[in-house]
């Protein structure tokens, strides 16, 4: 009689450590936070994105790429290329951006793909996950960076006055 024995190999999400498998978070670094298909999940952004795919499309850009590009000149230019049927060449490259930021597996050409046949799903679910990672769309680069600032001086220990003193 012989028996067939299964070879285990650890799950694609698991990190191997000592030949242990660990399973990280599922939502850490490395995955999205949410579903392509979840815009309901943010129901304002999702009306916005319907109803003004290219706002919300700026506000991620700004995000992304930390205040080098601005909001309304992201969002202009999606709608430039819009009219054109080429947004999905330039919006994109943001998403391939947000998943470099973040370890998301992933290929540009699906993102190409998800940028060209699922625009609005692809905006909301990258809004959702910086929202998620958190920042604001929203309130724009400058802001996000200040609030980040005053977290971390929250977290920080005051310096303590060194040099000479006199006795």
Not at 9 to 22: L, S
Not at 67 to 85: D, N, P
Not at 143 to 152: A, F, K, L, P, V
């Amino acid at each position: 009689m012989h028996h067939k024995v299964e070879e285990r190999h650890p799950r694609p999400d698991a990190v191997t450590c000592t030949g242990v498998p660990i399973v990280q978070p599922s939502h850490g670094m490395g995955s999205w936070t949410t579903g392509l298909c979840g815009c309901f999940e943010d129901f304002t952004n999702c009306c916005i994105t319907c109803w003004c795919p290219c706002v919300t499309f700026g506000q991620n850009a700004e995000i992304i790429d930390r205040g080098k590009i601005s909001c309304v000149r992201a969002g202009m230019v999606c709608y430039s290329l819009g009219h054109f049927t080429f947004h999905a060449i330039y919006t994109c490259t943001y998403r391939s951006k947000l998943r470099g930021q973040y370890s998301i597996p992933g290929d540009q050409c699906a993102d190409f793909c998800i940028h060209c046949w699922c625009p609005f799903c692809a905006f909301c679910q990258e809004h959702r996950e910086l929202v998620n990672r958190g920042l604001d769309p929203s309130m724009g680069w400058v802001t996000n960076r200040e609030t980040q600032n005053r977290q971390i001086g929250m977290t920080v220990a005051p310096a303590s006055q060194q040099g000479m003193t006199r006795t």
